[in-house]
């Protein structure tokens, strides 16, 4: 019954390589949201998609590539890993921004590691 | 520009300890607010969240926060914390209006939370 989740927990791979990382979601939320919390700490979000509609794309390097298939997936490809994309990815859904309750609610994180 | 400052890194108190963490924000306009804790290898759980009405709201574990318009704050606090609740905690705010909404959260630092026995 896991409200977001996320797979794989842990992605460990070596530079260059291709790599997806999987969010869904089961709570009938409409947006849903990639962050990236780098190893300060420091959460910033990435990208947002609303009922499978991109609506925010912050300065992210294009070979990040989000993907939503439907509304309950934001799926996240990766493309010629660097070192510095060594983070803690984390999925969110939000039921529609602007409502009252703009509550996120996260995933548990994919930690990726780029050797 | 928007932005969340938690001016304290890092804090260690005292089981049994009172707690007060520090937020403060910069934003066009009243936001929405929240904070989340984060345990270690975990996702991050919601506290609190102000929307309107009562600025002393009450979260989830015993933490309570204050929203002060006149200081742009809203600090966390705690009467007597718990050695489980060693942890970090993160404040953010969201926008109001949804012709502006995308639903973005801007997040501060951070702060962590060390207790002592």
Request: proline share 6%.
């Amino acid at each position: 019954d896991t409200a977001v989740s996320q797979t794989p927990k842990y992605l460990v791979t070596q530079m260059g390589n291709d790599k997806s990382i999987k969010c869904e979601q089961n709570l009938g939320h409409d947006t849903m949201y990639w962050y990236k919390q780098d190893s300060k700490k420091f959460l910033k979000i990435m990208f947002s998609y609303n009922n499978k509609e991109l609506i925010i794309n912050e300065t992210v390097p294009n070979r990040f590539s989000p993907k939503s298939p439907d509304k309950a997936h934001l799926n996240l490809h990766i493309n010629s890993l660097e070192l510095g994309d060594s983070a803690v990815y984390f999925c969110a859904s939000t039921p529609r921004p602007g409502s009252s309750y703009n509550e996120q609610f996260f995933g548990p994180g994919t930690r990726l590691t780029v050797l | 520009a928007q932005s969340v400052t938690q001016p304290d890194i890092h804090i260690t108190v005292s089981e049994g300890a009172s707690l007060e963490l520090r937020c403060n924000y910069s934003y066009g306009a009243t936001p929405y607010l929240f904070w989340y804790v984060q345990s270690p290898g975990q996702g991050l759980q919601l506290l609190l969240k102000y929307f309107s009405g009562d600025t002393l709201v009450q979260g989830i574990k015993g933490f309570e926060a204050e929203f002060k318009r006149s200081q742009s704050s809203f600090n966390l606090r705690k009467p007597s914390v718990h050695w489980s609740d060693a942890a970090e905690y993160f404040c953010a705010v969201g926008p109001r209006t949804f012709s502006s909404n995308t639903g973005k959260l801007i997040f501060g630092q951070g702060t962590t939370l060390q207790v002592k026995p």
